[in-house]
C-alpha cells in the first residue's frame, strides 16, 4: 500500500521534525515535491496524488483571488499572503485541508 499525499502532509503536519532537519516553509514544500516526483519517477500512480498535482496550484489562485494567467507558483503565493514562515507553514496544511475536503464534498 502506497501513502498518498494527503497522508503524508498529516504527517508531517503533526510531527515536522520526523522529516525534515530544519523545518521552515522552503523545506516543506521541497519534501512535498520531492515525495511527488519519486512516486512518479518509480511508477507509482495515485489517483489523490495526480489530482493534488494538477489542481492545487489553480485553486490556491483562485482562493487569493489572483489571475491564473498571472499567477506564480503556489507555495509563492501562500508566502506572499503570510506573516511569517511559520504562518506559512500553517496555512499551507490548512489550505491542503481545505482542497482535499472540497474534492470529497
Not at 503533526?14 to 516526483?37: H, Q
Not at 495515485?46 to 496550484?57: E, I, L, T
Request: negative net charge.
Amino acid at each position: 500500500m502506497s501513502v498518498s499525499i494527503k497522508d503524508l502532509l498529516l504527517a508531517v503536519q503533526k510531527r515536522p521534525c520526523l522529516y525534515m532537519r530544519k523545518v521552515s516553509f522552503d523545506s516543506v514544500v521541497n519534501y512535498i515535491d520531492i515525495f511527488l516526483s519519486t512516486k512518479r519517477i518509480c511508477g507509482i500512480n495515485d489517483s489523490a496524488d495526480d489530482y493534488f498535482s494538477n489542481h492545487f496550484h489553480l485553486w490556491v489562485c483562485k482562493y487569493f483571488n489572483m489571475d491564473e494567467k498571472f499567477c506564480v507558483h503556489w507555495d509563492k503565493i501562500i508566502y506572499l499572503n503570510s506573516f511569517s514562515d511559520e504562518d506559512a507553514i500553517e496555512k499551507y496544511f490548512s489550505l491542503a485541508q481545505m482542497f482535499f475536503d472540497q474534492q470529497q464534498a
